[in-house]
């Protein structure tokens, strides 16, 4: 016999969503440091300076989605990542990394 879906206890799954966005939101920070400390030097190329200010705007960025989604799994019955959201989260790891290896080459 399966319990009702009102008795479910809806605090865990997405307080674990929760600390889930946080880690990767400081993974996301941790690449935007390192990209800055590699372009830190003597000779800073127009290449190394691109690299890090789409890095930075990269994580901005990312960093609005992920406080968005944070924020929004404070309801009680949080609704789903929208598609667009999803995306876009996808889309800023993605060009994070690229950046992040532009900045290193």
Request: net charge positive.
């Amino acid at each position: 016999m399966t319990a009702p879906a009102a008795a479910r206890d809806p605090g865990l799954q997405p307080e674990r969503t929760r600390l889930a966005w946080r880690r990767t939101t400081l993974s996301c920070t941790v690449v935007a440091v390192l990209a800055v400390k590699l372009t830190v030097s003597d000779q800073v190329t127009a290449k190394e300076l691109t690299g890090l200010a789409l890095s930075c705007l990269v994580w901005v960025a990312f960093l609005a989605v992920s406080h968005r989604r944070i924020r929004s799994l404070g309801a009680t019955r949080p609704l789903p990542l929208s598609h667009r959201g999803a995306l876009l989260a996808a889309v800023c790891t993605i060009a994070l990394a690229v950046f992040g290896a532009a900045v290193i080459w």
